[in-house]
Nanobody, 122 residues
Framework: VQLQASGGGLVQAGGSLRLSCASS????????MGWFRQAAGKEREFVAA????????YYGDFVKGRFTISRDNAKNTVYLQMNSLKPEDTAVYFC????????????????WGQGTQVTVSS
């Protein structure tokens, strides 16, 4: 399973970005999908996850209603809409695919995309 994350960039605090993660696999709808992030010098952090059907979402505690994860199985793509961005959201954002279940733990994910950089200026 190949995953290609995109949509990162430089944005001012308070702004928005929409990340996309496109998959090459025809079995995309069989995978629970997640977003994680890693800031410089820090461990990878859970951001959000969505079930295979899209009906269940998990979010990291820091999200507090600012981010929304969604998926379009017809397009083999998962999205992360990020609003009210803060400088502390600056990180490389990774998407992952988990065949086994819906998880907040990066060790549970089977496949990863290459990451997309998000930089939020103050």
């Amino acid at each position: 399973v190949q995953l290609q994350a995109s949509g990162g960039g430089l944005v001012q605090a308070g702004g928005s970005l929409r990340l996309s993660c496109a998959s090459s696999t025809r079995t995309f709808s069989s995978y629970n999908m997640g977003w994680f992030r890693q800031a410089a010098g820090k461990e990878r952090e859970f951001v959000a996850a969505i079930s295979v059907s899209g009906t269940t979402q998990y979010y990291g505690d820091f999200v507090k209603g600012r981010f929304t994860i969604s998926r379009d199985n017809a397009k083999n793509t998962v999205y992360l809409q990020m609003n009210s961005l803060k400088p502390e959201d600056t990180a490389v954002y990774f998407c992952g695919a988990d065949y086994k279940g819906l998880s907040r733990w990066d060790v549970d994910y089977d496949y990863w995309g290459q990451g997309t950089q998000v930089t939020v200026s103050s």
